[in-house]
């Protein structure tokens, strides 16, 4: 037998680490890069977190409606948002210790840095103490994902106006927030602001919630949301955000204004493709910017794979 291959990956998220950890069962020398978190964003900052949330309002759902069991609760039901975040970090905590742990098992190098192609089969990881060190893999895969976008019309300050990685931080329920795109993950802190008391509006460009879902899954989920008070604006544009002393001003492409304590951008993500070297390699992208590959998740360069949400 000849030495092991050896395999470089950029991006330490779902795609990443699974592919990390099962090339090295099958025999590989894998070094994995992440710059941010192991576990990605679906376990630090996504999926994982907002249903620990989640959960969190569905439990005091249930909680109301105990008399209908004959249990009976002393009170009204209060929220501790500062309680429920604590929770769901530790849970966050747990599985990304868990996936270290199944890292080191199978001998994966975890590098802290960020990882950047200089040819097909060079990555120069650049790492967090500000050293860099060059790596000669026989293959590359990348599974960088994705991240907020940045637009004109809507510009984060992280306080103000967030992303999904602020809101889920949230240690006080805001008296008011303003949702901007009524996709999937609008939707999703919509339920769970409107459960905690929060005056949610969402606005939507397109003429439905959930617009890639079957209407009839838009409609159940509108009736639903509505029912915690949750205000949805539909066929409605955002022009532009203000934020003042009285909060955060949002004007309408019809001129109508809202106002509101916190704005919170969810209107897809973009790709994380920029300053990676993928010029110098040689990769190309499609017209989203998402990396092109085959049906065996290669690019158009042999040897160099994309995986996850980067390939769109």
């Not at 680490?17 to 590989?28: D, H, K, N, S, T």
Request: hydrophobic content about 45%; glycine content about 12%.
């Amino acid at each position: 037998m000849g030495e092991p291959k050896r395999i470089v990956i950029i991006g330490a998220g779902t795609g990443g680490y699974v592919a990390a950890i099962r090339a090295a069962q099958l025999g590989a020398r894998v070094t994995l890069v992440e710059e941010a978190g192991v576990g990605g964003l679906c376990l630090n900052w996504g999926c994982i977190p907002s249903k620990a949330l989640l959960a969190c309002a569905e439990l005091a759902q249930k909680i109301k409606k105990a008399g209908e069991f004959g249990i009976t609760i002393s009170g009204p039901v209060s929220y501790d948002l500062a309680r429920m975040v604590d929770r769901k970090n530790k849970i966050v905590a747990g599985l990304v210790k868990g996936i270290r742990t199944l890292l080191k098992t199978w001998n994966v190098e975890l590098v802290d840095g960020r990882g950047v192609l200089t040819d097909s089969r060079t990555v120069c990881v650049r790492k967090s103490d500000g050293t860099e060190v060059s790596i000669t893999a026989d293959a590359v895969i990348l599974g960088t994902g994705t991240t907020a976008p940045a637009l004109p019309n809507l510009p984060l300050d992280g306080t103000h106006v967030i992303s999904s990685r602020e809101v889920l931080d949230l240690t006080a329920i805001p008296e008011s927030l303003l949702i901007v795109g009524g996709g999937v993950e609008g939707c999703e802190f919509a339920s769970l602001f409107g459960v905690l008391g929060a005056k949610v509006t969402i606005v939507e460009m397109l003429p439905r919630i959930l617009p890639s879902e079957d209407e009839e899954v838009s409609a159940l989920l509108a009736a639903e949301l509505k029912k915690h008070g949750v205000a949805i604006l539909v066929s409605a544009r955002v022009d532009k955000v203000a934020v003042g002393a009285g909060g955060v001003t949002t004007t309408l492409h019809d001129g109508k204004t809202l106002t509101s304590a916190k704005v919170l951008v969810s209107v897809g993500r973009r790709f994380n493709t920029a300053n990676m070297g993928l010029e110098a390699a040689g990769v190309a992208l499609g017209k989203r910017g998402e990396i092109l590959v085959n049906e065996r998740m290669e690019t158009n360069i042999p040897g160099v794979y994309a995986i996850g949400d980067v390939v769109g």
